[in-house]
Structures are given as C-alpha cells and as structure tokens.
C-alpha cells in the first residue's frame, strides 16, 4: 500500500473537507475550556482575597466551589489540548512540516506556560493545608497568569499563519528562517487582546449566569449574590471594551487581510463610501448581498476613518481564492452578541455608578442569565470569522489548505469518532457540572439519589 | 545543535516516562484493585496522582512541541506514517483525564463514580500500550520514506506497527510503567496493609517486564531493518545499556523485597530511565529508522539555536516550580491526610 498512492480527486477533496472539519470541531471544543482554564482562576483568586481581607466565611466557601468546578474544566482543557498538538500533524503534515520550524518557538514557549499552570493548579487545588495562606493566592495568581500567556503564545502562531513574515520560499522550501520575526507580526495585536478580554468576558457571563439561576430560585442567598457581584465585576469592563477592541480588529483585517473583510461584510464591488451591512446574503452568482439593511459610508469610515476611502470588494480578487459564504454570518453573529453583552454592562454599571449596587430586579437576573452562552458562541464565530476566513490558505497566500492535509485516507472515521467524543464529553461535562452547582454552598440539601 | 535537541528530547521523554508513566501505571492497578482494601487502594491511586499528573502530562506535550520545532519531518512522517496508534493513544490520553476528574469530582453516587473509574482504569491501560506501540514502531525500521522527495512516506498506513514487536514493546511500556506505579505508591500511605499489597503488585509487575523484554528482544529481528538491528544490539554501548539496565532492576527487585521503599523509590526511577536512555541512544543517528536521521531532519540553524536558548531560559523557571511541587507533595503522604477531609 502506497500512502501517496493515485487517490480520486474526489476522494482528496472530501479528505480536506473531513479534515479541516474535525481541526475546526476540536479547536472549537478546546477554545471553550480554555477560556474558562484563563479566566476561571482569576475569579477564584479575587474570591480568595476577599476572604484574607474580609474574613467573610461566604468568600471561602466560594472559592472552593469555583476551584472544584475549575479543577474539572482545566483538566479537559489539557486533554484537548494535548489532541490539537498531534492533530496539528496527524491532519496536516504538509503544514507541520513546512510551518514547524518558523512557529514552533511560541509553541514551545506555551510549552511552559502550560508546565506553570499545571504546576500551580495541583499546589491551588491539593495545597489548602500545606502551603501558607499567602502562598496559595501566589498559585494561584501563577495559574491565572500562566493561563494568560499560554493564550498570547498560541495566538501568535495563529498571527503568523495570517500573516506570515520571517521566512523566504525558494524552490518551495522555507529558507532564511528568522522565528523572532515570525513571531512577533503585527497581526497578533489585535488578536492577543481580543482573545483575552473574550476570555474574561465570556467566562464571566457564564458564570454570573449560573449563579443568577440559583438566585432566580433562592433570591437574596448572600454567597450567590457575592458570587454574581465578583463575576460581573469582570464582564462589565470587558463587555464595554470589546467593541471598541474588535472595531481596531476589523482595520487590523481590512489593512492585512482585505479579501477577509470584503467576506466578512459582504462586499463584493470596489468603491468609495462603501456600506455597512447588517444582515442580508451574500450572492455569489449575481456578486451582490440582497436583504441587507445598508448605512452609508459607515464600512469605509469604520475600516479606514475616512467616509469616501475605498474599500476592495472580493471582485478584485480571484474567485478561487474567495472564503466560504459563512464568515460573513458568523460575523454578524459575533458582533450582535457582542453589543448584546455591551448594553447589559452598560445597564449594569449605571446601575453601580448611581447606588452602588447592581440591580436587584428579577428582570436583571434573567437578563444575565439569557446572556450566558452568549460570550461562548461569540467567541465560537470569532474563530471562524478568522479561521475560515482565511481560507483556502492555511498559510495566507503562502500554502493552500490542500496542499497541508494528510495523505491519509477514510479521514471521515476520525471525524466521526472524535465528534462522538466531544459530544459524549460535553454532556458528561455539563451533567457533571450541574450536580456540583445543585450541591453549591448555601442551598438547602437537594433529594438526590445521594442518602 | 540538532544534537543537543536530540538530547533534550530523549530527557524530555525520560521524565515522562518516570513520571508520567507512573501516572498511567497508578490508574493500571486501579483495574485490579482487589482484596478487602479494594476501596482504600482506589483512593489511594486517585489521590497520589491527584496533585501532580497534570503537571507530569505537559512533559509529552514538550516532546511534541520540541520535535516539530527541531525536526519538523520527523514529525510529519510520524504523524503519517502512525496516524491510527497515535489517535488512538490521544482517545486514550482524553479518556484517562476526563474520567480521572470526573471520578474524583462527580456527586452522582458511588455507581456513577464507579462507572467513572472504569473507564479511568482501562484508559491507563490501553494508553502506554499506544505509547509503546509507537515507540516500538519507530525503533523497528519499518517506516520507510525517502528524504530526497520531501519526506514522502512509502510505507502504509498500518504496516509499519501492525507486527508482533511493537506490540511487545507496548506492553513491555505498559508493565515497566506499572511496576514504577506499585514502587511509587508504596510511600504514598503509612498503612502496612496498603503497603504490602502494592510490595506485591510492585512484585509481580517486575516479573512482567522481564517476560516482555524477552519477548521483545526476540522479536525485534521480524522483519526489523537490519543495520538497525545491528545497531540496537550490536554496539558496544548498547551493550553497556542492556548491562545496567540489569544490574538496576536487580538492585530494585532487592530493595522491594527487603522493603527499602525510600531507596527503591529512587532505583525504580532510575531502572526505567537507564531503559529510555538505552533505547535513545541506540537509535543515533536515526530519528525515524533508517531513513530519517538527527541530521537530514534537523530545522535550520537560526530555528534551533532561539529554541535551545528558549529551553534553557524555560527550564530556569520549570524546575524550582516543579522543585516546590514535589516537596510540598512527595514528601509526606497526603493519602491519610485528604481522606479524612
Ligand atoms: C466574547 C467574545 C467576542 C465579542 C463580544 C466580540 N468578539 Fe470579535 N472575535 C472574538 C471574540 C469576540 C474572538 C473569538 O476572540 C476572535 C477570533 C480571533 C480573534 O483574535 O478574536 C474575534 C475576531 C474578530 C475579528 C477578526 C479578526 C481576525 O480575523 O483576525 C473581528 C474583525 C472582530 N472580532 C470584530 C468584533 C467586533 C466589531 C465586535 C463588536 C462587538 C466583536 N468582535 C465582539
Ligand atoms: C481556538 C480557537 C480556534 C477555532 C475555533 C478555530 C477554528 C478553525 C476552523 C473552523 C478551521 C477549519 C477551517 C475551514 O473549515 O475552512 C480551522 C482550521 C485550522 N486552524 Fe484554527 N481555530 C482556532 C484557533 C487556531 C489556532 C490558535 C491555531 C494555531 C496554530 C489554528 C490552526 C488551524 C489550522 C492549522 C487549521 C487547518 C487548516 C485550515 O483549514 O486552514 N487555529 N480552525
Ligand atoms: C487561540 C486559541 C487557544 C487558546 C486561547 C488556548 C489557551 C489554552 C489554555 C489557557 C490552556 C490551559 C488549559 C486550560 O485552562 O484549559 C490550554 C491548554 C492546552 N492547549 Fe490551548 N489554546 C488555544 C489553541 C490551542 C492550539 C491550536 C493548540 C495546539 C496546537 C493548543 C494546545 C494546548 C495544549 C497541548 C494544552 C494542554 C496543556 C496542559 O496540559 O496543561 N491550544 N490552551
């Protein structure tokens, strides 16, 4: 058997299909948990800090019950992790191989940054009676701060892969490899900082939610409302930057990347004061987007500061190098939710500013908890705003997706297992989570089958 | 350079195995938990590892990382070449950490939790089995590529490990990690019952890495490439190797059935990195027998002199931090101590 034997057309082209399926599911599991494994700590360390200071017995209670709910979720973030390092390879050696020796250094880097946090998350978790007060919030500040920079590391990779520098191609071989320039493109920028006030803000939510939905059920149980009060003392500040943040992402993407942004607006003709779209469907065939409600001069202004700039349609560029249709939904996606969660800080804190609380109404409660999974699935389409966006490049204009994909053939069984897989643990992981939230501190003692 | 890196990897992939594999060893003997301490000796394993294994686990993830920074073909033509045992050993990899925590953290009641630490059980199992398929694969010489076409793989998909020898290895891999599991829970309780049952298991599990070492040694000749074979056995350092490594085990056996466990802790380490080190170094100059070696595979310069100098200034902070892991750990059993809680 012959791996590179002469396989149909067809056959690779479905091949490609399955494999970059399966690298967006498993990177689009990971993301969640990783998220969390940044964020999460941080909230834990802010609940510990109030207890030293305060002494309140409610702090303590909380912390421990946000590090149990962590413990879980890191440990799946490490599992699917350690599947995306090998998937990277096992689905696409062509891009390893090339890639490897230009952004292996941030993976490598990263490489610590996950040795630290895992070190510092068995000493947070298993330490409470063996290392000092003081030295456990140091772990767990370490953890926080390791999570943090795991992600700028991983980031930067994906930076290159946008924008790639660093390297020189001859005769298809990658030679005068400079890995500091590589890492160091300015695409990252935008895209560290995006991520990690994503991180925050969509972890937070989540978890305000959670404790929204007790005090929806038992209003006025104090440990929840500290917990809620700790929780979105972190959304409020993210979710009012955030646009303001991927405003400066989107003049990132239209100066790098103008064909992305074309897909991502649905622009297809080149001018002048060109619109921003909300909604409608881009049309290939007839190369325009019908149905979209259109505000004049806004796109230019919003990507060049400048009513009358001209924005590139994707009819300048190649047909064949054209991103599929989805980006420009899940655009659209990211960034309803994301004035979603904007408007709720916005209430939120005025709320704070004139009487130093946050609301008290049911309304509020059930506002936070709709907004829940909202951070989440922002951050879902943010990814394939940028990841599919960027195709058929896996290296933009460097190396085609196709020409990086395994050899391998049957990749659809793969695919199917691992998504089975992710399936199963996903109702493992939220069936697991709801019975630690239905024991949470501070609730009367639920009939479960435990007697 | 690509030396150094070569070196850095196979210490890499020694403190993997003494410390990760021990993990996976630990989670083996949760399988056969027996006798009237059934329970204790299953808390026992999920609370040595508890505080420790995510940490023992990023030294694989540094193995990967490092390989296809330095020797990007290698990777790739690993990654083809034993695409099937490498995802089933990530399936495995999952299972074993998500059914750990969901073992320790779920309140669904003891059939839950059991059911949890079955799949936590044969997980551990099956991994280090994977694990040794792959290693035994690359050492057999049975992946041919052809490094003047970029790296082209030419052997199949299951060729190259589907064959008697890796799968000695494996469980060769599978019993040595076992064995290291048994020596290192012995200190992990102050109870003489517990105790003596894992000075057992520690017993029997060495047995069985004498049997597979056999096996393993007289396999390794079906269909292996033949100056490789040479090599592995051949060479006068091999030699040295195979003659410490038994000198080790010997000295290990000795101290378990004497109950030295402090000593024996340490010489059961050690057996297993001098069995790790040994199979690295026989295999230079190859990465990947016979076609892919430490030199045609190597990234250019620039690449592995800013990763060295990244490693060393890694490392300056990985070892207090793991250092301070270990003592606050390793030193007294946390065992007695978190079950009462
Ligand atoms: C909580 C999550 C979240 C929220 C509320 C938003 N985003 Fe976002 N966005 C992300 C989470 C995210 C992300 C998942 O983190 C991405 C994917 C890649 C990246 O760097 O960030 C992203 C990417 C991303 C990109 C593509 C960058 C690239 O291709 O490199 C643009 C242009 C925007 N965002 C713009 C916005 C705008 C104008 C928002 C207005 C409200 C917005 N985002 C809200
Ligand atoms: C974590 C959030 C991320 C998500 C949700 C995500 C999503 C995706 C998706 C959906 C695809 C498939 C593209 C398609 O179907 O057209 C993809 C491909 C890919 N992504 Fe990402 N991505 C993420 C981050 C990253 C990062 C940080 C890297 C870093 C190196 C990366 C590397 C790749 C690679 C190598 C491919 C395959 C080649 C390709 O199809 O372009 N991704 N990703
Ligand atoms: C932008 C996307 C990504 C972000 C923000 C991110 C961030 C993180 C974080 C914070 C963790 C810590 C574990 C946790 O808290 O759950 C983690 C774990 C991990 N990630 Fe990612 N990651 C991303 C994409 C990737 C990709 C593309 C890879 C692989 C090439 C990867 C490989 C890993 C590995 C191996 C671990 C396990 C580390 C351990 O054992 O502790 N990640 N990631």
Known sequence: MQAR????????????????????VSLGFHIIFAAIGIAMPLLMVISEVAWLR????????????????TAILIAIGAASGTVLSFELG????????????????PFSLEGFAFFAEAIFV??????????????????????????????????????????????????????????WHAMTTPFGVHQIIHMLVAAYLATGILVAAIHAWILLRHPGNPIHRKALGIAMAMVIPAAIVQPAIGDFA???????????LAAMEGQFKTEANAPLRILGIPDREARETRLAIELPGLLSFLSYGDRDAVVQGMEDFPEENWPPVVVHYAFQLMV??????????????????GRRRLPQSRAFLWCVLLSGPLGMAAIEFGWIVTEVGRQPWVIYEVMRTSEAVTPMPGLIAPLIVSCLLYIGLSIAVIAVLYRQVMIA????????PEV | MAWVMALVILIALILYAILGGADFGAGFWDLFASGPRARRQRDLVALAIGPVWEANHVWLILVV?????????????????????????????????????????????????QRWGNVFAYASAATPILLGIVVGAISSGAIRVDPERGFEVLTGFFAPWVRIFPFAVGFFALSLFAFLAAVYLIRETHDPELQEDFRLRALIAQGGVVVFALIAALTSRLGAHEEFHVRLLGSWWSWLFFAAACVVAAITTLLVVRRRYALARIFAAGEVAVVVAGWGFAHQPFLIAPDVTIENAAAPAATLRLLIIVLAVGALTLFPSLYWLYRVFKREPIFEELRRD
Request: hydrophobic share 55%; net charge positive.
């Open chain 1, 90 to 105: 096992l689905l696409f050696p062509g891009f390893m191989r090339h890639a490897g020796a230009v952004i292996g250094m």
């Open chain 2, 65 to 113: 990382v490092a390989l296809f920074t330095a020797f990007p073909p290698a990777f790739a033509v690993l990654s083809i070449a034993l695409h099937v045992p490498l995802a089933l050993m990530l399936l495995g990899i999952v299972a074993r950490a998500s059914s750990y925590v969901f073992r320790n953290y779920d309140v669904a009641g003891d059939v839950v939790q």
């Open chain 1, 336 to 353: 309803l939710f994301g004035m979603l969660l904007f408007f709720l800080s916005i209430w939120a804190a005025a709320h704070w500013i």
């Open chain 1, 250 to 260: 989107s003049k990132q993407v239209a100066r790098y990347q103008p064909l992305k």
């Open chain 1, 441 to 448: 501190p501070g609730l009367p003692p639920a009939p479960g």
């Open chain 1, 5 to 24: 034997a002469s396989m149909p057309y067809l056959a690779l082209v479905d091949n490609l299909l399955f494999a970059r399926t399966q690298m967006g």
């Open chain 1, 54 to 69: 305060t002494k309140d017995p409610d702090y303590l209670e909380l912390t421990k019950a946000w590090a149990k709910g």
């Open chain 1, 122 to 179: 068995g000493i947070y978790l298993y330490g409470w009676n063996r290392v000092r007060p003081a030295l456990h919030v140091a772990a767990g500040i370490a953890v926080a701060l390791a999570g943090a920079l795991s992600a700028v590391f991983v980031i930067t990779a994906n930076a290159w892969m946008n924008h790639p520098r660093g390297f020189r191609i001859e005769d298809g071989v990658f030679v005068d490899i400079d890995p």
